[in-house]
Every structure is written in C-alpha cells, then in structure tokens.
C-alpha cells in the first residue's frame, strides 16, 4: 500500500519557539494532504486540509497564523507550530490522499510527538 | 457526513474472531464505511470499506447489514497485536476537491484488548 512519512517523530522544544513537521508520501503524489491533532485519550482532530499549489483550509477553532501548513509539492506537506506553547503539545499525524481527480483513499504517517516545555 | 456509534470497549481471547459492531442509521447512499485502526501513539491504519455488499481482504471481513444501517467488522483470529482501537467511519467516496469535503471524521471508537 501507499506509504507516508513523516519527520521527526519526536521533537521537544523550549515555549515560544516554533517547530516545522515534515509529511512525505513516498509512493505516490498526494494531490491533497490532512493535518490531525490527537491529545492523550482523545480522537484524531481534523486540523486543515491542504491541496498542492494552494492555501490550506483550516477548521474551525484552529488558528491558521499560528499553524502554518504549506503544500509545495505533490510528495510533501509541512505544518509548522509557531510560537509554541505548553498547550500546543500532542500528537501531529497526517494524511494523504493521491491521484488524479478523486476516488482515493487515505494513507496515515506515523505521526509526530510535540512536547512543549 | 453520517455519525456512528461504536461500544467504548471491547475485549477478545486470542486465537478466537473479535466481532466489532457499529451503527450507522443515518447512512447516506452515496457513502461507504470505512474501518480504521490505530495502535498506540502510532497513525491510523486502513483496514478495509466497503457500501452494500460484504468485503473481505487480508486483515479482515466486513458486514454490512441489508437495509446498511450497521456493520460488523470481523477480525478472524484475533492476535495480542490487533490490540488497538478501531474506527468506524462513514463517509461519501466522492472526488476531494479540499476544504472538509472527503476527509475523514475520526468518532471515539472501539478499544479493542485481545488477551492471552
């Protein structure tokens, strides 16, 4: 099956800085690439959906100056947590869905471990 | 698209089928269910979908009643490593054309503990 990456899969940063995550698929080109947030003991959380070449959608409730996504090329997605604060911690997975126009289904990266002190 | 209801927990003796149902009576026809499982602090992972007519693969077999308002996914023989919790989602298969359209809407799931 379609394989996704993403990079690191664990960062620990210092409040107030910012922190870039990285999502590859390696198999394919992802037309169109989800960004989900998980908090301990909770379910996966849409966040934004980016389609390549253009901007993110944001859902509701999510601040897209604070969470910037860029969608550069078909095989990668970048979300960067700016300013990040203790709150901010958790679990950043994506997804990526590929093909020429639809029909497609989508493929999880491992996810990546935010921890802000 | 269409909410389900899931049990919060379930559990399983290894080697024997984990049956895991799911409600799903506001289905639309246009769309599928879908079933996804995630393994601790790990990504989802695809497990199998399907809209009227029952499916199997590999990893499992999925249910899906008549008139489509629930389904069961089946997982054969269940091992220590499908501990996990399972998603059941429903959602049309249509184009992605961005925005919330055709992502998928992650509900609680079911925790699934296979034991020895």
């Known amino acids: 099956g379609a394989v996704v990456s993403q990079h690191p899969s664990r960062v620990i940063c210092k409040s107030g800085t910012s922190v870039k995550i990285e999502c590859r698929s390696l198999?394919?080109?992802?037309?169109?690439m989800f960004w989900y947030r998980q908090f301990p003991k909770q379910s996966l959380m849409l966040m934004a959906t980016?389609?390549?070449?253009?901007?993110?959608?944001?859902e509701q409730g999510v601040e897209k100056d604070k969470f910037l996504i860029n969608h550069a090329s078909l095989t990668l997605s970048t979300l960067t947590v700016t300013s990040a604060h203790p709150e901010d911690s958790s679990f950043y997975i994506c997804?990526?869905?590929?093909?020429?126009?639809?029909?497609?289904?989508?493929?999880f990266g491992p996810g990546t471990r935010l921890t802000v002190l | 698209d269409a909410k389900t209801t899931q049990p919060p927990s379930m559990d399983c003796a290894e080697g024997r089928a984990a049956n895991l149902p799911c409600n799903h009576s506001?289905?639309?026809?246009?769309?599928?269910v879908y079933w996804y499982r995630q393994i601790h602090s790990q990504g989802p992972q695809y497990i199998i979908h399907g809209l009227k007519n029952n499916e199997t693969n590999e990893m499992a077999s999925l249910i899906i009643t008549e008139d489509r308002k629930s389904s069961t996914l089946i997982l054969p023989h269940a091992t220590l490593r499908d501990t996990a919790v399972y998603y059941c989602i429903v959602r049309a298969r249509g184009k992605i054309y961005g925005g919330s359209q055709g992502n998928l809407i992650f509900g609680k799931g079911t925790k699934l503990s296979v034991k020895p």
């Open positions: 198999d394919f080109q992802a037309t169109t």
């Open positions: 980016s389609n390549e070449g253009s901007k993110a959608t944001y």
């Open positions: 997804s990526a869905t590929g093909g020429g126009g639809g029909y497609n289904e989508q493929f």
């Open positions: 506001t289905i639309s026809g246009n769309e599928y």
